[in-house]
């Protein structure tokens, strides 16, 4: 289950309350004053139309880089070049999948982890669990959606949206999964966020075994990438979010529908919640 962000904290706060002060609806809602002063500069149309065209073109070709997708946008009539899609992309958090170590842009001096699972047969839910972040459009923006996916049924055990890249909410993510249950081995790609020693040290503290995808990685990551697909084609590009809380109720609503009423082919028409829950048979 996700949980409430920093972001949306702050957009519970009513700057003009007739009785409540910034100072306390601040502290009622776990947020810092200062924060409440700051006011982005707001993302222009030009961009706003760019990136989602960007999360468009990877949705549908994952393994499109930046090349691929400069040529694309500008078959679309975008005068751009490639440096200026390697940036966007960048504030996206999204490289494209090909075989080949170091994917996903990484700290140099974080610590790298061997790739785990080629070769295994996934066969009981909480043995592996996959992690990693989207883009999820607005009318006026975006958002970032963390997910963590239990490979064996499908069934997502956590999400976090934020507007931000920053790690609080990859780790609030993790939290919350790691509260409902503990996998053997828990799978990311090389970002930043999943070799961040904030990141890496909980999973140790948990008795958890990290993976990390190397080449190959459009084969390592393919049930969080059919995730992605999912979200955005049944519930994202057929709705037009005018705010970040209209994206988090919709996004929440199709997220526990995913889990708890779609019927998956792969799992036999059943839903994943059926499959992650359902009893271990006795051997």
Not at 3 to 17: F, G, K, N, Q
Not at 92 to 121: D, E, K, W
Not at 127 to 156: E, P
Not at 219 to 231: A, G, P, S
Request: proline share 6%; with cysteine.
């Amino acid at each position: 289950m996700e949980t409430v962000s920093p972001t949306e904290r702050r957009a519970l706060v009513e700057r003009d309350h007739p009785e409540l002060s910034l100072s306390v609806q601040a502290e009622l809602v776990g947020v810092s004053r200062s924060s409440l002063y700051y006011q982005p500069i707001p993302p222009s149309p030009e961009e706003i139309a760019l990136k989602h065209r960007i999360d468009e073109l990877y949705t549908d070709w994952p393994v499109y880089g930046s090349r691929r997708i400069t040529a694309q946008l500008r078959r679309d009539g975008h005068l751009i070049n490639r440096k200026q899609v390697q940036r966007h992309m960048r504030e996206m958090g999204i490289a494209g999948i090909h075989p080949g170590p170091n994917l996903s842009r990484r700290h140099q001096a974080h610590a790298v982890y061997p790739y785990l699972l080629r070769g295994l047969t996934i066969h009981t839910p909480n043995q592996v669990w996959g992690i990693d972040i989207t883009y999820i459009r607005l009318r006026r923006g975006w958002l970032y959606l963390v997910a963590v996916l239990d490979w064996f049924s499908r069934y997502v055990v956590s999400w976090t949206l934020d507007q931000t890249l920053e790690m609080p909410f990859v780790l609030e993510a993790v939290e919350s999964a790691l509260q409902q249950a503990t996998p053997t081995i828990w799978n990311s790609d090389q970002g930043s966020h999943f070799t961040s020693p904030q990141y890496t040290q909980r999973l140790h503290e948990a008795g958890v075994q990290i993976s990390m995808d190397g080449k190959g990685r459009a084969l390592d990551n393919i049930f969080t990438e059919r995730l992605w697909c999912t979200v955005k084609y049944e519930e994202v590009y057929l709705h037009d979010y005018d705010s970040p809380r209209h994206a988090r109720q919709r996004v929440t609503f199709f997220l526990e529908r995913y889990n708890h009423q779609r019927l998956h082919q792969a799992l036999r028409y059943r839903t994943p919640a059926e499959v992650y829950f359902a009893p271990i048979p006795d051997h």
